[in-house]
């Protein structure tokens, strides 16, 4: 049914750059707004970033400048271009998808970004 994977993360260096997706099936991607999320270990899930059915984009004082979050509705897929990673930016990624009364979350990939 609704099924949101998330893929793309992995080990990087400080400074480094990963492309994260986010691949939707199971409800109307292209109404949906999408958005990313991560969490450290003892820390509470954070807001990274959105973007709306209508292409508009919104990002978190910490990644502006260096995340960028697209979408493809003919793949019904949200990217996340993370570059410039910083050992703050270790997290697990979630991708979620919002309309009017429900809510879709994947499962996370993994970031970690060590030297």
């Known amino acids: 049914q609704v099924q949101l994977v998330e893929s793309g993360g992995g080990l990087v260096q400080p400074g480094g750059s990963l492309r994260l997706s986010c691949a939707a099936s199971g409800f109307t991607f292209n109404t949906y707004m999408m958005s990313w999320y991560r969490q450290a270990p003892g820390k509470e899930r954070e807001l990274v970033a959105t973007?709306?059915?209508?292409?508009?984009?919104n990002y978190a004082d910490f990644v502006k400048g260096r995340f960028t979050i697209s979408r493809d509705n003919a793949k019904n897929t949200v990217y996340l271009q993370m570059n410039s990673l910083k050992p703050e930016d270790a997290a697990v990624y979630y991708c979620?998808?919002?309309?009017?009364?429900?809510?879709?979350w994947g499962q996370g990939t993994q970031v970690t970004v060590s030297s």
């Open positions: 979620n998808a919002r309309a009017w009364r429900v809510g879709y």
């Open positions: 973007i709306t059915s209508t292409g508009s984009t």
